[in-house]
């Protein structure tokens, strides 16, 4: 009837707020979908790049002075873009600054031992 119509027009419009609060759920749910596929991906990503960081198995080897942690660096800029570009800000936040953190450590943790006063430490275990 007519009232159907009226309220196809407003709806056109935009006028109608239950047509504007319909929208705006829809919208929010296909945000939120969106999210939950980033936070997805990003996990796979972080996985494959744990795996790729802890495997013997390098483009070029570790142990070719510099150059063998070129492909690491290059590889935790990877990383880093994916974290940055598919993230929300809060949770991107929190993963940089923990990671910056297990970064440090394992920093300090490897120039210990390259220094040579971890070895014996190493060898009792």
């Known amino acids: 009837g007519p009232g159907t119509r009226q309220g196809e027009v407003l709806s056109q419009t935009g006028s109608d707020p239950e047509a504007q609060q319909w929208a705006g759920k829809k919208k929010k749910k296909k945000s939120q979908k969106k999210m939950v596929r980033n936070i997805m991906k990003w996990i796979l990503y972080t996985l494959i790049f744990l795996v790729y960081l802890i495997s013997p198995i390098d483009f070029i080897p570790d142990v070719i002075p510099v150059l063998g942690w070129l492909d690491d660096f290059v590889a935790t800029g ?24 297990a970064a440090f450590v394992a920093l300090l943790i490897v120039m210990y031992y390259s220094t040579g006063y971890g070895v014996d430490d190493m060898e009792t275990l």
Do not use: E, H, I
């Not at 598919?86 to 990671?99: A, C, E, G, I, K």
């Open 78 to 101: 990877l990383w880093a873009k994916v974290t940055y570009t598919t993230l929300p800000t809060m949770l991107r936040s929190l993963v940089f600054t923990v990671s910056t953190g």
